[in-house]
């Protein structure tokens, strides 16, 4: 009896239930002795030839994919039903610092350079001649000392606007009335500040998203601004004539439009929530600064 008659059957770990490439049985030879691996096994003493060894696998390790677009790994033969793809990567998402820059294979596209700041003569022209484009650049700018200024030279203007202060003015003292034009434009600017700050603090509220400074500049500009013609006509008009209270009007449906606008650009809000947020600087501005002069 030779050695492979003495194991007819091949080992039990020929098997691997996991998928895994099995290892070739063990061969003897006719005294019991294990050859080595991989050699080819030397002719019986009886003369009978040898078995040719089994044919490779005609497919290669590799990811296979599954019906349901599933990729997993099979090593060994190419089962049923089953097709050999590549996995196909989509390209990462860039960042947002890198998304101009293009993927490889394709052109590059420098990023755009950023905005040249604003100065406070371009603010001022710009919000005259075109404001949304203006405060879409002047969005995250604060232009303090331009906002003061004009409140202060504007305050005085509303003042001397008045019919009753204006007249109190003209027929008193220089030692009462240079105090009073003083007073005035320091708590005008000062007042605006304050509405400002209570516009921001709503807006936050609101889902806003801005800095105070840019805000509150750029409001009192542009309240100034849109009451700036209804000062001018109330130098030299009644505070009863139609044409100024007309006039008064427009200036407040003006104010809350660009007051509105700087919300939006400023803070990123939609109309509404922006008009909500500034609503009670409205209602201030309506009481303290339109209505002794268009009432």
């Not at 091949?10 to 991989?38: F, I, K, S, T, W």
Request: hydrophobic share 45%; net charge negative; with cysteine.
């Amino acid at each position: 009896m030779t050695g492979n008659d003495r194991y007819p059957y091949e080992p039990y770990d020929a098997y691997d239930p996991y998928g895994q490439q099995p290892e070739p049985p063990v061969q003897y030879d006719q005294y019991g002795r294990p050859l080595p691996q991989n050699r080819p096994r030397p002719p019986q003493s009886n003369g009978s030839p040898q078995p040719p060894p089994a044919p490779a696998s005609a497919y290669s390790a590799g990811p296979l994919a599954l019906p349901d677009e599933t990729s997993i790994y099979v090593y060994g033969e190419m089962p049923a039903g089953y097709t050999q793809v590549t996995p196909a990567v989509p390209p990462p998402t860039p960042r947002r610092s890198e998304r101009n820059q293009g993927y490889p294979g394709q052109p590059y596209a420098p990023p755009a350079a950023p905005a040249r700041p604003l100065i406070w003569q371009e603010v001022l022209s710009g919000l005259a001649t075109r404001p949304l484009s203006t405060l879409d650049r002047a969005r995250d700018q604060a232009f303090w000392w331009p906002a003061l200024i004009v409140s202060a030279i504007c305050g005085v203007l509303a003042m001397i606007a008045n019919d009753t202060a204006r007249d109190q003015i003209l027929t008193s003292t220089l030692s009462t009335s240079v105090p009073a034009v003083l007073i005035s434009a320091v708590l005008v600017p000062a007042f605006l500040l304050v509405l400002g700050w209570v516009s921001t603090i709503l807006a936050r509220s609101l889902g806003g998203n801005g800095d105070a400074g840019p805000f509150i500049t750029l409001a009192a500009l542009t309240t100034w601004l849109a009451d700036a013609p209804r000062l001018v006509v109330s130098l030299f008009a009644n505070d009863e004539n139609t044409a100024l209270f007309a006039l008064g009007l427009a200036s407040l449906a003006l104010t809350a439009w660009l007051l509105t606008a700087v919300a939006m650009r400023v803070h990123e809000l939609p109309w509404p929530r922006a008009l909500g947020a500034v609503s009670v600087q409205l209602i201030a501005l309506l009481v303290a600064l339109k209505l002794p002069v268009t009432g």
